[in-house]
């Protein structure tokens, strides 16, 4: 069964700096997707941005990054210029074609003025 | 485009009553649906996801169900509701025939079972 790991349960980042959340993640697929979603207050999930698994290039939406390491089952989120409205739960989630998503624990970002 | 609608966006229900969630998807056909379940703080817990029109996969044995009557239309239900109910569930959907799998989400619903 595919698994999603986030081993960081809180980050904090200064405003205007930069912070790397980590995902790890299981399977035996060689076709899947990875996605970061942002949670704010209101409990609204908000796609932040997706990798497909067969494109080497890294996704970049903006301040948001990723560094996507198939080999290593790997899918960090790295926000540029952090700002205050970035605090929120971030969740790391795999998927595949028609089949469900599975998301990780997620992390509960922190931004210091 | 596509939108989600979810109802309603807070329930109090008493032990033992039913339950009745709604979500309905527009500008699209033949979607996957998804029920989550979230408690405080925590992760999405999958429930149901369903590929088709009466097609239900469940992922955890529970006091709940689901059904997709219609095409665009996912409904969660319970018979009797137990405290360990409450929490925060939401309702998503993703493209059958699109390359991706990106799920997109509603509004949620905050259950209190009292």
């Known amino acids: 069964a595919q698994t999603v790991t986030q081993s960081q349960p809180e980050m904090s980042v200064q405003e205007a700096e930069t912070v790397t959340l980590s995902c790890t993640y299981d399977?035996?697929?060689?076709?899947?997707?990875l996605f970061w979603y942002k949670q704010p207050p209101s409990r609204q999930m908000i796609l932040v941005i997706r990798?497909?698994?067969?494109?080497?290039q890294n996704a970049t939406e903006n301040r948001f990054s990723v560094n996507f390491q198939k080999a290593a089952k790997s899918f960090s989120l790295k926000i540029s210029d952090s700002q205050l409205g970035d605090a929120a739960m971030y969740f790391c989630?795999?998927?595949?074609?028609?089949?469900?998503?599975?998301f990780g624990a997620g992390t509960r970002l922190t931004v210091k003025p | 485009s596509q939108t989600i609608h979810q109802w309603p966006a807070t329930l109090v229900q008493p032990v033992g009553s039913p339950l009745s969630l709604e979500c309905t998807v527009e500008?699209?056909?033949?979607?996957?649906l998804y029920w989550y379940r979230q408690a405080a703080g925590r992760g999405l817990q999958l429930l149901f996801y369903?590929?088709?029109?009466?097609?239900i996969s469940s992922e955890v044995p529970q006091n709940l169900s689901a059904s997709r009557p219609q095409d665009r239309q996912f409904i969660l239900s319970s018979k009797k509701l137990l405290l360990s109910d409450s929490g925060f569930y939401l309702c998503?959907?993703?493209?059958?025939?699109?390359?991706?799998?990106?799920?997109?989400f509603g509004q949620g619903t905050r259950l209190t079972v009292v």
């Open positions: 500008g699209t056909s033949n979607p996957n």
């Open positions: 369903s590929v088709g029109i009466g097609q």
């Open positions: 990798q497909e698994a067969y494109k080497q």
């Open positions: 399977t035996s697929e060689s076709d899947y997707y």
């Open positions: 989630a795999y998927g595949r074609r028609r089949h469900d998503m599975r």
């Open positions: 998503a959907w993703s493209g059958s025939r699109t390359s991706t799998t990106t799920a997109f």
